[in-house]
Nanobody, 124 residues
């Protein structure tokens, strides 16, 4: 049974940093595509970053590039999202996700498993 649980969200001032963690069970973060999404009030959910299990490549949305860093640890059975230089527009609920397809791309992928989300609020 696949389970995902996010942590690390909170309130931070603009320009600050947060690190989100996603603890997983029932799957291997090295073998399955993993991703961070976010959804702001009134907006569609968007892909922030993901790691392809096909080749290990990391994708960043344009809004995240240069400020966010995604990583994974199979030993810790977790994925992480280091967020620096946070902006008020980064305010959203952040979700981690994975899919049972092994050695698979992470972009344009429908993810089967999701965490419950963690709130990130950036004040100006």
């Amino acid at each position: 049974q696949v389970q995902l649980e996010e942590s690390g969200g909170g309130l931070v001032q603009a320009g600050g940093s947060l690190t989100l963690s996603c603890a997983g069970s029932g799957f291997n973060v090295d073998y399955h595509p993993i991703a961070w999404f976010r959804q702001a009030p009134g907006k569609d959910r968007e892909l922030v970053s993901c790691i392809s299990s096909a080749d290990g490549s990391i994708y960043y949305a344009a809004s995240a590039k240069g400020r966010f860093t995604m990583s994974r640890s199979n030993v810790k059975k977790s994925m992480f999202l280091q967020m620096n230089l946070l902006k008020p527009e980064d305010t959203a609920v952040y979700y981690c996700a994975t899919d049972p397809r092994m050695y698979f791309r992470c972009v344009n992928t429908t993810y089967a498993y999701w965490g419950q989300g963690t709130q990130v609020t950036v004040s100006s």
